[in-house]
C-alpha cells in the first residue's frame, strides 16, 4: 500500500503544507479551490492523488499561503499568489524529486491556477481541470452563454411546485432563507476579494500556445457549467489546444456523492494515465 509523506516545501517568507505520493519521473500537483485545503471538498484530492500514485505517478496535494496548515495571511490569499505558489511546489518537486513532466489537476479556482501556473513552468503536461469557472474578466460573458443564475432560479421555481415540496414546507423542512441566499449572494465577494480573484496578467494570453492537454470536467447540475464550458471549449477551439470535455449527469460543482466522486477521479486517471 502506498503512503503519502507529509512535508513543508519553503515559499519564500511562508511555509506550504504538503503530502507526497514519491513515484517516477511523471508527477500531478494537485490544486485546491479558493477556499479549500489539500484535502479537498469529500477528501476529493487525497483520493485522486492516491489513485494516481498507484499507477506510478509522483503527487503532490499542498495548502495554498494563509489556507490549511500552510502559514500566510488568508485575507491576503489572491489568484497571483495561488499561482506562485504552484510554480514554487512545482520547482520543488523537480529539483527535489526529479519530476520532469508535471501534470496539473484543479478544482474550481484550483483550475484557474493551473492555468496560470502552466506557462511559467517549463516541464508542464496536461492540465485537467473539475468545474474550472472563467477568469473574472470574463464572467460576464460566460454567464451570457450559460445563464447560471437564471437556471438556478428556474430550477428553484420547479422545485417549488412538486408536491413533495410543500409538504416539507409544511413540515418545516425547506430551507427558504437559504435558497433566498444563495440566488441572492454574489458568491465572488466584495470587491477586494474580487480584486484577488483577478490576475495582473493575461493569463489565457499567456497559454495560447499551449501545446499539450487542457482536459476538462464538469458536472450538470452545476448552475455555471454551461457558461463555463461554452467559453472555454470556444477558446481551447480557437487556439487549437487540444483536450475533452467530460460532462457528468446529475453532479453539481463538487461532485459530492460516493458515485460522482469517483467518476471524477476514474476520468482523470484515464486522460492522465492512459495504458501505463
Known sequence: MLTEIPLIIPAGDDRLA?????????????????????????????????????????????????????????????????????????????????????????????????????????????????SLLPFMEHKAHAARQGTPRGALLKDYLCKALRPETWLKLLRGEVNIKGAMKTLAKDKEGDEDEKRRKTSARDILADLAGFTCNLHLIFGSADPEAAGSRAFFEAWREKHGIPGATRIIPGAPHNFYTVRWTAEVIAQTVEWLCGAK
Open 18 to 130: 504538503a503530502d507526497l505520493h514519491n513515484g517516477g519521473p511523471e508527477g500531478v500537483l494537485l490544486l485546491a479551490g479558493w477556499g479549500g485545503t489539500r484535502y479537498g471538498p469529500q477528501r476529493i484530492l487525497l483520493q485522486a492523488a492516491a489513485a494516481l500514485a498507484e499507477r506510478g505517478l509522483t503527487t503532490l496535494r499542498f495548502d495554498f499561503s494563509g489556507r490549511g496548515d500552510s502559514t500566510g495571511d488568508a485575507t491576503a490569499l489572491s489568484l497571483d499568489g495561488m499561482v506562485a505558489d504552484t510554480v514554487t511546489a512545482a520547482t520543488w518537486l523537480h529539483d527535489e524529486h526529479g519530476v520532469t513532466r508535471m501534470h496539473l489537476v484543479g478544482l474550481c479556482s484550483g483550475g484557474n491556477v493551473a492555468l496560470g501556473a502552466a506557462s511559467q513552468i517549463p516541464w508542464i503536461g496536461d492540465l485537467v481541470c473539475w
